[in-house]
């Protein structure tokens, strides 16, 4: 019974991870109407400027953290000035495959800059695991998760109580209509983008704290997707209920399902909850009913 309890909270603690993701998923597309997919490669952007500055340039982490926040945010920044702004008023394919074509190119930049070996992200979080009882928890997703739920409720009062975020959700709505009204859509996109930097950056922390970091650790922004459809594309709130529910029904099956079907199972069942929630209610949880797909 510990055992299981276990599984179960560090589930949620883990799709609390996966709500912080899919939380940068949700600010841009309900600022801009993007589909960003390459989410998981700007995390490990983040994520490698991290260990630029702890172990490269060897700054203290309160100078090092927030240099590369900053940076996240100008990588942010520098996406939406050179590549989405010539995008406004086209169609959300074109934005679509513009993300696909990013995604490429940032794995490309990583391997170029900081080449394909391992390296050791650093410790920013504890890494003794905290013991109540027989339950064993993560501190670095214990601590993860506390983030996530205050930045979500940030973000919903940010969105639903300041003229800004208001402006910024009716530009999601349409880019035509929204420049009619004299809403800017390119402040809106960039201040989508430089949030998103933001949450990336903490979320790299929470993931990777302690861990080993490669390219391919960009594959947490994929294992996100399930909870992004799940919630709906533009619900800050629903993302949390989401995580939970994936989170825990992952690590239910690692735990009941694993052992019968030799692994595999924990891994596939959120993108078989991903495909369910498409041709039942494309919209999630939470969406906007005139949501399109994509």
Not at 6 to 32: D, E, H, K, Q
Not at 45 to 70: K, M, N, Q, R, S
Not at 150 to 163: E, P
Not at 167 to 173: D, K, N, P, Q, Y
Request: glycine residues 10%; aromatic residues 12%; charged residues 10%.
């Amino acid at each position: 019974m510990a055992s299981l309890l276990t599984y179960v909270i560090n589930g949620a603690l883990m799709g609390l991870l996966y709500a912080l993701i899919a939380l940068s998923f949700v600010i841009i597309y309900r600022s801009a109407r993007v589909f960003n997919f390459a989410q998981g490669e700007i995390i490990v952007v983040a994520a490698f400027l991290i260990w630029t500055f702890f172990f490269h340039y060897e700054f203290d982490w309160w100078i090092a953290l927030p240099l590369a926040i900053g940076c996240s945010i100008l990588l942010g920044l520098v996406i939406e000035r050179l590549i989405l702004r010539r995008l406004i008023g086209e169609d959300i394919f074109s934005f679509v495959m513009v993300t696909i074509g990013l995604l490429i190119l940032l794995r490309g930049i990583v391997l170029v800059v900081w080449g394909p070996d391992m390296r050791f992200f650093p410790a920013v979080l504890p890494l003794t695991a905290i013991r109540i009882g027989p339950v064993v928890i993560d501190p670095a997703l214990l601590y993860g998760g506390i983030i996530t739920i205050l930045l979500a409720g940030f973000a919903s009062w940010f969105y639903n109580h300041t003229q800004l975020g208001l402006e910024m959700s009716a530009v999601a709505e349409d880019h035509q209509t929204a420049m009619s009204l004299g809403i800017s859509v390119r402040k809106s996109i960039a201040i989508s983008w430089a949030l998103s930097g933001v949450f990336s950056a903490i979320a790299a922390i929470v993931f990777l704290n302690g861990k080993g970091l490669t390219f391919s650790a960009s594959d947490i922004g994929f294992a996100a997707l399930p909870v992004v459809l799940l919630a709906g594309l533009e619900s800050i709130g629903g993302v949390i209920l989401a995580g939970l529910i994936i989170g825990i029904t992952a690590n239910l099956a690692a735990y009941f399902l694993d052992p019968i079907f030799d692994g595999g199972v924990a891994q596939v069942l959120p993108f078989i909850i991903m495909i369910a929630i498409l041709l039942i209610r494309p919209t999630g949880m939470f969406g906007w009913k005139t949501i399109d797909r994509i």
